[in-house]
Protein backbone atom coordinates (compact mmCIF):
# COMPACT_ATOMS: atom_id res chain seq x y z
CA UNK A 1 0.00 0.00 0.00
CA UNK A 2 0.96 3.38 -0.32
CA UNK A 3 -0.03 6.81 0.83
CA UNK A 4 -0.21 9.96 -0.15
CA UNK A 5 -0.27 13.86 0.83
CA UNK A 6 -0.74 16.68 -1.45
CA UNK A 7 0.55 19.94 -0.48
CA UNK A 8 1.45 23.27 -2.43
CA UNK A 9 -2.39 24.79 -3.36
CA UNK A 10 -3.58 28.22 -2.93
CA UNK A 11 -5.06 31.31 -4.77
CA UNK A 12 -2.80 32.69 -7.13
CA UNK A 13 -3.91 35.07 -10.11
CA UNK A 14 -5.08 34.51 -13.38
CA UNK A 15 -1.55 33.30 -15.67
CA UNK A 16 -0.01 32.62 -12.23
CA UNK A 17 1.58 29.68 -11.56
CA UNK A 18 2.04 26.85 -8.86
CA UNK A 19 3.73 23.62 -8.07
CA UNK A 20 1.93 20.52 -6.59
CA UNK A 21 3.60 18.16 -4.65
CA UNK A 22 2.71 14.83 -3.79
CA UNK A 23 4.50 12.71 -1.07
CA UNK A 24 4.23 9.17 -1.20
CA UNK A 25 5.11 6.77 2.15
CA UNK A 26 6.33 3.27 1.32
CA UNK A 27 9.83 1.55 -0.33
CA UNK A 28 8.14 0.89 -3.86
CA UNK A 29 7.22 4.16 -5.07
CA UNK A 30 9.75 3.98 -7.78
CA UNK A 31 6.58 0.70 -9.16
CA UNK A 32 3.49 2.82 -9.41
CA UNK A 33 2.47 4.61 -12.35
CA UNK A 34 1.03 8.48 -10.38
CA UNK A 35 -1.87 10.43 -11.82
CA UNK A 36 -2.90 13.89 -10.91
CA UNK A 37 -6.80 14.99 -11.08
CA UNK A 38 -8.98 17.31 -10.09
CA UNK A 39 -12.41 18.05 -9.32
CA UNK A 40 -14.27 21.14 -9.92
CA UNK A 41 -17.75 21.95 -8.12
CA UNK A 42 -20.66 20.62 -9.19
CA UNK A 43 -18.42 18.45 -11.79
CA UNK A 44 -17.07 14.88 -11.75
CA UNK A 45 -13.07 14.32 -11.07
CA UNK A 46 -11.33 14.41 -14.27
CA UNK A 47 -7.69 13.33 -15.53
CA UNK A 48 -4.81 15.52 -15.30
CA UNK A 49 -1.81 13.99 -16.12
CA UNK A 50 0.09 10.85 -15.09
CA UNK A 51 3.67 8.92 -15.56
CA UNK A 52 5.15 6.22 -15.29
CA UNK A 53 7.62 4.72 -12.73
CA UNK A 54 11.06 5.61 -14.34
CA UNK A 55 9.69 8.72 -15.20
CA UNK A 56 9.90 8.12 -18.86
CA UNK A 57 6.39 8.60 -19.80
CA UNK A 58 3.72 10.58 -19.71
CA UNK A 59 0.44 12.32 -20.76
CA UNK A 60 -1.62 15.64 -20.54
CA UNK A 61 -5.27 15.95 -20.79
CA UNK A 62 -5.93 18.07 -23.68
CA UNK A 63 -6.91 21.02 -21.53
CA UNK A 64 -3.70 21.69 -19.80
CA UNK A 65 -1.19 20.41 -22.74
CA UNK A 66 1.69 22.93 -22.92
CA UNK A 67 0.85 24.38 -19.43
CA UNK A 68 1.17 21.76 -16.88
CA UNK A 69 4.16 19.49 -16.50
CA UNK A 70 4.62 16.29 -14.39
CA UNK A 71 7.45 15.15 -13.11
CA UNK A 72 8.84 12.68 -10.06
CA UNK A 73 11.36 12.20 -8.35
CA UNK A 74 12.04 8.52 -6.84
CA UNK A 75 14.56 9.10 -4.59
CA UNK A 76 12.20 11.38 -2.52
CA UNK A 77 9.24 9.58 -3.23
CA UNK A 78 7.59 12.76 -4.46
CA UNK A 79 5.05 13.62 -7.46
CA UNK A 80 5.26 17.14 -8.62
CA UNK A 81 2.44 19.33 -10.93
CA UNK A 82 3.96 22.24 -12.12
CA UNK A 83 1.02 24.72 -13.19
CA UNK A 84 1.79 27.53 -15.17
CA UNK A 85 -0.78 29.90 -17.35
CA UNK A 86 -3.28 29.27 -14.91
CA UNK A 87 -6.71 30.01 -16.09
CA UNK A 88 -9.95 30.39 -13.63
CA UNK A 89 -11.06 26.85 -15.10
CA UNK A 90 -8.21 25.24 -13.97
CA UNK A 91 -9.61 25.75 -10.30
CA UNK A 92 -10.50 22.63 -8.51
CA UNK A 93 -9.50 20.00 -5.79
CA UNK A 94 -6.40 18.38 -6.70
CA UNK A 95 -5.11 15.11 -6.52
CA UNK A 96 -2.93 12.71 -6.77
CA UNK A 97 -3.23 8.76 -7.15
CA UNK A 98 -1.25 6.22 -7.20
CA UNK A 99 -2.34 3.18 -9.26
CA UNK A 100 -2.35 -0.36 -8.07
CA UNK A 101 -0.04 -2.91 -10.13
CA UNK A 102 -2.67 -5.76 -8.95
CA UNK A 103 -5.86 -3.98 -10.20
CA UNK A 104 -4.78 -1.42 -12.60
CA UNK A 105 -6.60 0.99 -10.64
CA UNK A 106 -5.81 4.37 -8.92
CA UNK A 107 -6.58 2.63 -5.69
CA UNK A 108 -4.45 5.19 -3.61
CA UNK A 109 -5.54 8.73 -3.45
CA UNK A 110 -4.37 11.80 -1.55
CA UNK A 111 -6.96 13.61 0.45
CA UNK A 112 -6.73 16.68 -2.46
CA UNK A 113 -5.62 20.49 -2.44
CA UNK A 114 -7.63 23.06 -3.32
CA UNK A 115 -6.10 25.01 -5.99
CA UNK A 116 -8.42 28.58 -6.80
CA UNK A 117 -7.48 30.92 -9.93
CA UNK A 118 -9.27 34.39 -9.63
CA UNK A 119 -9.74 36.20 -12.46
Known amino acids: QVQLVESGGGLVQIRGSLRLSCAAS????????MGWFRQAPGKEREFVAH????????DYADSVKGRFTISRDNAKNAVYLQMNSLKPEDTAVYYC????????????WGQGTQVTVSS
Open 97 to 108: AAKSQVSGSYDY
Open 26 to 33: GRTFSRYF
Open 51 to 58: ISGSGGYF
